[in-house]
T-cell receptor, first 114, second 115 residues
Framework: AQSVTQPDIHITVSEGASLELRCNYS??????LFWYVQSPGQGLQLLLK??????LVQGIKGFEAEFKRSQSSFNLRKPSVHWSDAAEYFC????????????FGAGTILRVKS | DTAVSQTPKYLVTQMGNDKSIKCEQN?????MYWYKQDSKKFLKIMFS???????INETVPNRFSPKSPDKAHLNLHINSLELGDSAVYFC??????????????FGPGTRLTVL
């Protein structure tokens, strides 16, 4: 079945440590790929997106993500986490054959400990 | 200035009632969306409108009816509310109607609780 998987429901990292959030998708063609962040009580904010070209994408707030076609993955990374990064992170996929519909993963809650 | 705004932020109501959630965007975008985020945090698209025309209609009960008076507004009306309608509803907008090359900007969400 076509889907977006975020295997980690919760992740806890220490402030200053590096972070990697995983995202895998299963669609026939390479879709458009997105990462969104949702802070408590807030809407979703786009961190970064991948459409084509360079597979390492830079986003806002020091985040980056790497598209790996062979692994059908689009993992989000940050070299040094700040306490303000605590939030829920959603990977989203825009299957090209489905027009402008975004399909979201279940989200990963990031906790940052000091 | 809020790009995508929703009202109300919280909505608590009884089963069987009819309620509306309003959404407005001041980005000049042509396409607007409604998403539902359930208790397990799954976000799923419900509707998409482009220039007041419905272009995506997922499998949503017909108790849900989007209404777009103009391209800056997409309101969601829900009839005969049920317990399972309790969720957070997000409005979004984008410029690109035919694909995903444009960013979708999300509103802050409306938390609907049906008692």
């Amino acid at each position: 079945a076509q889907s977006v998987t975020q295997p980690d429901i919760h992740i806890t990292v220490s402030e200053g440590a590096s972070l990697e959030l995983r995202c895998n998708y299963s669609y026939g063609a390479t879709p458009y790929l997105f990462w969104y962040v949702q802070s408590p009580g807030q809407g979703l904010q786009l961190l970064l997106k991948y459409f084509s070209g360079d597979t390492l994408v830079q986003g806002i707030k020091g985040f980056e993500a790497e598209f790996k076609r062979s692994q059908s993955s689009f993992n989000l990374r940050k070299p040094s986490v700040h306490w303000s990064d605590a939030a829920e992170y959603f990977c989203a996929v825009g299957p090209k054959e489905y027009g402008n519909k975004l399909v979201f993963g279940a989200g990963t809650i990031l906790r940052v400990k000091s | 200035d809020t790009a995508v705004s929703q009202t109300p932020k919280y909505l608590v109501t009884q089963m069987g009632n009819d309620k509306s959630i309003k959404c407005e965007q001041n980005l000049g975008h042509d396409t607007m969306y409604w998403y539902k985020q359930d208790s397990k945090k799954f976000l799923k698209i419900m509707f998409s409108y482009n220039n007041k025309e419905l272009i995506i209609n997922e499998t949503v009960p017909n108790r849900f009816s989007p209404k777009s008076p103009d391209k800056a507004h997409l309101n969601l009306h829900i009839n005969s509310l049920e317990l399972g309608d309790s969720a957070v509803y997000f409005c979004a907008s984008s410029q690109d109607p035919g694909g995903l090359t444009d960013t979708q900007y999300f509103g802050p969400g409306t938390r609907l609780t049906v008692l």
